[in-house]
């Protein structure tokens, strides 16, 4: 719907002028015109490095026989753009003239005594961020590079949420925020800071495990085809059934991030990409992850997927962090994850 602002423009400054024809209108469709903006003069439809890509996820079954392997099963559906083209996107964004590229430190000074007290207000005035940067320095040059060498701070957020009042309609968006932004700036509901990445799949799927694994009522299930799957496994008593319906949903976690954490990530993470600032500078950009925001039932997958994410990023670095046993991970206890989140002071 149109505001009342807007149809009283269209009228004055379209319909109302003296060179408005109205048989310039005969024929016309949205839909059509639509098309032809998106194609280019050869008639192929333009496609942007940012643009949206479908994937699907695979999801190992382990078997209880160690010599039958593991059994495989693909999810389709995983929406997502590229992480590293996302980076290049917003660093081209009018709004990147607003970015702090460099971290410091914000200090008050009383007017009476002069002492001075540290202000902790943003994510760039952080210990986290000023040991990055300086991790940052230490790292060795590129060969033949005199760049200088900045941190995109990431902040990722994700929230599942049901799509209509009624019904079992669900999604599970995966936003990206730049912590190099004020969060003054950032908060803002018209600010268009807010970078939409990602899709997880079947959110059905990963939020039903959170009525066997923290009591959360919910009645969502995994998708009848994997159902079917570990129905057809033998020897599997009720206890095991269901703690194979839990590492299928937090598997279908881990697999997403693997694909968002892709090689063009990584070499980014390790080596930086070049990308001419807002102030016309060349700059080497290093993306680095700090923050991610969720409620308690996200935080909770979230915290099992960090540990393989870790490995993926520490393996980037040179690190060998490979799975204990079999090909697979260990993951940490409910126990253990639930005293990290109270430990974290996340627990609301």
Aim: a neutral charge; one cysteine or more; glycine letters at 6%.
């Amino acid at each position: 719907m149109k505001s009342e602002a807007e149809v009283q423009r269209l009228v004055k400054d379209v319909l109302q002028e003296d060179n408005f024809d109205i048989k310039h209108l005969e024929g016309f469709s949205v839909r059509k015109s639509l098309r032809e903006f998106d194609r280019n003069e050869n008639g192929e439809k333009i496609t942007f490095p940012d643009n949206w890509i479908e994937a699907s996820v695979t999801v190992n079954i382990p078997t209880k026989p160690r010599e039958e392997g593991l059994k495989t099963y693909t999810i389709p559906g995983f929406h997502y753009r590229p992480l590293v083209e996302v980076i290049r996107a917003a660093f081209a964004d009018v709004q990147a003239g607003a970015f702090h590229l460099l971290p410091f430190k914000r200090l008050w000074k009383d007017p009476l005594d002069d002492h001075q007290e540290r202000i902790f207000d943003e994510l760039y005035t952080s210990d986290a961020w000023l040991d990055a940067q300086d991790n940052l320095q230490k790292l060795p040059k590129e060969p033949g590079c005199s760049l200088e060498r900045v941190i995109a701070g990431l902040m990722f957020f994700s929230d599942a949420t049901h799509l209509a009042n009624f019904g079992t309609a669900k999604a599970w968006p995966l936003y990206l925020y730049f912590g190099n932004l004020t969060k003054y700036a950032r908060s803002l509901p018209q600010s268009g800071a807010c970078h939409l990445v990602g899709f997880f799949p079947s959110v059905s799927s990963i939020v039903g495990c959170f009525s066997i694994a923290i009591d959360v009522n919910c009645t969502c299930q995994l998708p009848d085809g994997i159902k079917d799957t570990l129905s057809s496994l033998s020897r599997v008593s009720k206890t095991g059934m269901a703690s194979l319906h839990t590492h299928c949903r937090r598997e279908l976690f881990h697999s997403c991030w693997e694909i968002l954490l892709d090689e063009e990530f990584l070499h980014a993470y390790r080596h930086g990409i070049i990308l001419k600032c807002a102030d016309g500078v060349l700059r080497r950009i290093f993306p680095r992850i700090f923050t991610y925001s969720a409620d308690y039932p996200e935080k909770y997958v979230f915290l099992l997927a960090s540990v393989k994410t870790i490995r993926l990023l520490m393996n980037s670095q040179g690190f060998n962090c490979n799975y204990e046993g079999h090909g697979r991970m260990r993951m940490p206890s409910l126990s253990h994850t639930k005293k990290f989140v109270r430990f974290s002071g996340s627990s609301k």
